[in-house]
């Protein structure tokens, strides 16, 4: 394939657009538009609204009004070519005279597919698969794992020190990290749907689970609390049953069963913060997708690890991952992990409860 610089400027861009509407999109997925005008510069860009508002290329393609003729949209998700709550995106590049569209994830459900076809039907010139992988990788990974195994995207966030605990052998750990991981923790919580703790640690840590910007006031915009507790242990003075955001309390006896259960409430991105204990039965189960450690230069020598018993005897069958990002958090470091093994199902197509499409 064939592309521009411009184009692939404007690609980045279209994930960083992606990337701005996490949170908001679920069941459909945050994608990213950009409309080049026939010199190459950019006139318009769009990210998907929630839903039932338009999708990202109809709003790149008002942004660009006129301009968008004889142009190319740049786009992280193949056009739809189906109406839902919204028309049919192939449609809407038809009727403002797009020339060209460059897209990164071709449409995987039989519901939403056909925009490409349309397109090209239409003399509309296509090219599919550009930077296909970042794409799948950002903004819309929540919605492909939704897509394709039926459940949430799982996102397991952790803080440690060097040793890895996660508390003190008195059990505090407040803080381990600095004040940029913290606020990070923020940013990461308000792109997910729900954020997941197990009763464990809603009892002994008592977290709020709020987004709160840096002067600590609570975002507009909330995700789903979510604390597993099949023993009723919660008392209702707990801070994370305040009215500040939603919240589940889960009796779910697994957590394919959890996952289920928040699938069907259209949860699309899961940020586990639960201890040791629940994150080893995700990992056991195979369903964490992405890692975020970060990681203080402390020591303790005692006290809680970072993850509880895996059921692993031997170093051959240790979890392994890949690293995917190392960022300076302050005094921090914030690792990004993929794992290299997984046991989720195949590749689907029948669609999911959504929108499709971009």
């Not at 949170?23 to 839903?51: H, W, Y």
């Not at 008002?62 to 193949?78: F, I, P, Y």
């Not at 604390?227 to 697994?254: F, K």
């Not at 189960?285 to 890692?291: A, H």
């Amino acid at each position: 394939m064939t592309v521009s610089d411009a184009e692939l400027r404007g690609m980045a861009r279209a994930r960083e657009l992606g990337t701005s509407a996490l949170g908001t999109t679920s069941p459909n997925p945050a994608v990213g538009a950009v409309v080049l005008a026939a010199d190459g510069t950019i006139v318009g860009e769009g990210a998907t609204n929630p839903p039932g508002g338009p999708h990202a290329e109809v709003v790149a393609l008002a942004q660009a009004g006129e301009r968008a003729r004889g142009g190319t949209a740049v786009v992280t998700l193949e056009p739809c070519a189906h109406t839902g709550r919204t028309g049919p995106c192939a449609d809407a590049l038809l009727a403002a005279g797009i020339a060209r569209v460059v897209v990164a994830v071709p449409e995987p459900t039989a519901l939403a597919g056909g925009g490409a076809e349309r397109l090209r039907a239409a003399g509309v010139h296509v090219v599919v698969g550009v930077e296909q992988e970042a794409a799948e990788r950002g903004a819309l990974a929540g919605w492909l794992t939704g897509v394709r195994e039926q459940r949430p995207h799982v996102i397991w966030k952790v803080a440690a020190t060097l040793d890895g605990r996660v508390a003190a052998a008195d059990g505090s750990s407040r803080w381990i990290t600095g004040p940029e991981a913290r606020a990070e923790v923020h940013r990461i919580r308000a792109g997910c749907d729900a954020v997941v703790v197990g009763s464990g640690t809603a009892l002994t840590d008592d977290p709020q689970l709020t987004v709160r910007d840096a002067d600590g006031r609570n975002a507009d915009r909330q995700p789903l609390r979510v604390v597993v507790d099949r023993s009723g242990r919660l008392p209702a003075t707990a801070r994370v049953l305040d009215d500040a955001a939603p919240t589940l309390v889960s009796r779910a006896e697994t957590p394919t069963a959890l996952l289920a259960e928040l699938f069907a409430r259209d949860v699309r991105r899961v940020l586990l913060e639960g201890g040791p204990t629940l994150a080893a039965a995700f990992l056991r189960d195979g369903l964490v997708d992405e890692v975020v450690v970060h990681l203080a230069p402390k020591l303790l020598g005692a006290g809680p690890s970072l993850v509880g018993d895996l059921g692993i005897t031997g170093i051959g069958s240790a979890l392994s991952f890949t690293v995917a990002g190392l960022t300076p958090l302050g005094g921090d470091v914030e690792i990004r992990l993929h794992p290299t093994r997984h046991t989720g199902g195949g590749t689907r197509t029948s669609g999911d409860a959504s929108d499709g499409g971009s």
